[in-house]
């Protein structure tokens, strides 16, 4: 069989493999939707992780166009990126190791999570160098048994009470994180609740009065709006995925994804009946076919755990992989009529309202959360950042 490449539709995405697209305007319009469901609650939209994949400083502005005043991001790096690019928001950051630069941290205005007495004390080391009160937020472990002060909360508080009589330390917020915020009637929900404004209270009676308390992510803004107090800190949802897609798809709750995957296929070429498909053989075909060869794999982020079941969209049909997921590619069975040559797009993740495989969709078939698909896009696929000021 002969097959004639097809033109590029999109003459920016000449030669390219496969590249993401990531919709600035549904951003926006995620968070604002986020916003409208906070109610009085300020939104932090958590940009952490290169923004879930999606791409750090152009996502992180468009959420604040949305109507974000505060962005979070986990690891120090992060927050400092954000500065380097000239992004002047409140920004909050939470994780850190013994040794790292919390001194930049703080002289660049980024405030820094107080979440152990060593970290407490990371704080005033720096401030010895500050010239002036450090902002940070402290943060309670309510249940989840991850990051935040857990058993010695009495301890952390009355050192924080010293240390800001002193004067070395402001306190700006107190938070903590959900264990089952997707399932909210899980009784821990109500617990975490309620140590929650018991670690509040304490930290008041000690004369630390912190200016915003925030427990609610993704998962409780959207479905819990006890949990909201003065601030929701949404993740997942500002890309307009469902934290909780038992109870409602993106479309359901006002959002829609911002991310889509695109590929070209690499090569088509017919194979008889009963020919073995990439690694294994784990695929067969029953009838003489033609099969697509699709330039992306585990290296770019397709999970190798979905071989046999992850679903592509090319020439306006669902088709699900054929055989293992390879380092760099993966294999359609496209049918024996399939008109598609090289060069054909194949939509490998977008938006189910326009009947495309979702992060959803990959996610059940590799046994794991949306989050993960879209963080796992690796670095060889290029960023498109669309939607965004002109």
Known sequence: MTTTPAPPTDPATTGLSAWVDVDLAAIRDNVAELSRRAGSAEVMAVVKADAYGHGLVPCARA???GGASWLGVAQLAEALELRRAGVTAPLLTW??????DVLGALEADIEVTVGSAWSLESVLAATRSLGRPARVQVKVDTGLGRNGVLTDWSEVVAAVARARAEGAIEVTGVWSHFAYADAPQ?????????RFVEAVAELERAGVRPGLRHLANSAATLTNPSAHFDLVRPGVAVYGLSPVPDLGSPADFGLREAMRVTARLAGVKAARAGQGVSYGHEYTTTQDTLLGLVPVGYADGIPRAAGNRGPVLAGGRRHTLAGRVCM????LDLGPDSTLGPGDEVVVLGRGV???PTAQDWA???????????????????RRHLGGPA
């Open 354 to 356: 326009d009947g495309e």
């Open 95 to 100: 994780l850190f190791a013994p040794g790292a």
């Open 186 to 194: 899980h009784p821990t929900v109500r617990a975490q609740q309620e």
């Open 364 to 382: 059940e078939a590799a046994g794991t959360i949306n989050y993960e698909i879209v963080t796992r896009m690796g670095p060889r696929l290029p």
């Open 63 to 65: 959420a604040l166009d």
């Open 328 to 331: 760099d590619q993966v294999v």
